[in-house]
């Protein structure tokens, strides 16, 4: 199975950009759907962004036009590219794998 660990979350001011990466260990990881997920507080967790092993993405309504998910296969890595930040964009953001692997979940904090 994989692990998935997130890096590159932190605090940033609106209409700021960060991105996020999740590297990943194991053979499954080639062969999956990856997305990212996030959640704020009070809020359930959803689904921001999805990349298939071919490439082909989808987009929450919210992102779409700001964020880009990419993914390397050779380096097991996904990222996620947040450009023009907005304070709402606040959550814990989460990497995960279709089989039900979860990262431990980085904080991303967009002040206005």
């Known amino acids: 199975q994989v692990q998935l660990v997130e890096s590159g979350g932190g605090l940033v001011q609106a209409g700021g950009s960060l991105r996020l990466s999740c590297a990943a260990s194991?053979?499954?990881?080639?062969?999956?759907?990856m997305g990212w997920y996030r959640q704020a507080p009070g809020k359930q967790r959803e689904l921001v962004a999805r990349i298939t092993i071919g490439g082909r993405t989808n987009y929450a309504d919210s992102v779409k036009g700001r964020f880009t998910i990419s993914r390397d296969n050779a380096k097991n890595t996904i990222y996620l590219q947040m450009n023009t930040l907005k304070p709402e964009d606040t959550a814990v953001y989460y990497c995960n794998c279709e089989t039900g692997l979860w990262g431990q979940g980085i904080q991303v904090t967009v002040s206005s």
């Open positions: 194991g053979s499954i990881f080639r062969f999956s759907t």
